[in-house]
C-alpha cells in the first residue's frame, strides 16, 4: 500500500462516518429544523470526502471530472433545498417554538 491509497482509504471512511451520522440525526432529531441540518451539513461533507478518496483514486481517468460535477452539483443545491424546507415548515407552523431562540422570520411573516 502505498500513501495515496491510505489517504484514499481514510477519507471515504471518514465520509462514510459523516454520512452515517447524518442518517441517525435524520431518524433521532425532534422536529423538520433540527432534522434539515443533520440531512444537510454532515450529509453534504460526508459525501464530498467520499468523492475526494474516489477522485484520489480514479487520478488520471476521464470520470475524474465528473466527481468534481457531482460535488460542485452537490454544494449548490444543499443549502437552496435547507432553506426551502425550512421555510416551508415554518410557514406550516410545523417546527418547535421552545427550541428557537430567537425568531427573525415573526417579522416578514407577521407573526407576533
Known amino acids: 500500500m502505498n500513501v495515496l491509497d491510505i489517504i484514499t482509504a481514510i477519507l471515504i471512511l471518514s465520509g462514510s462516518t459523516l454520512a452515517l451520522t447524518a442518517a441517525i440525526g435524520i431518524v433521532r432529531f425532534p422536529d423538520t429544523l433540527s ?3 443533520a440531512a444537510t451539513k454532515p450529509q453534504v ?22 466527481v468534481i460535477l457531482t460535488g460542485l452539483f452537490t454544494l449548490i443545491t444543499a443549502p437552496v433545498i ?3 424546507v425550512g421555510q416551508l415548515a415554518y410557514r406550516e407552523q410545523n417546527i418547535r417554538d421552545d427550541l428557537l431562540t430567537r425568531d427573525e422570520m ?3 411573516e407577521g407573526r407576533d
Open 45 to 66: 461533507l460526508g459525501l464530498l470526502l467520499v468523492l475526494a478518496g474516489a477522485a484520489i483514486r480514479l487520478r488520471g481517468h476521464a470520470d475524474v471530472g465528473m
Open 82 to 84: 435547507a432553506n426551502r
Open 35 to 37: 432534522r434539515m441540518h
Open 106 to 108: 415573526a417579522e416578514f
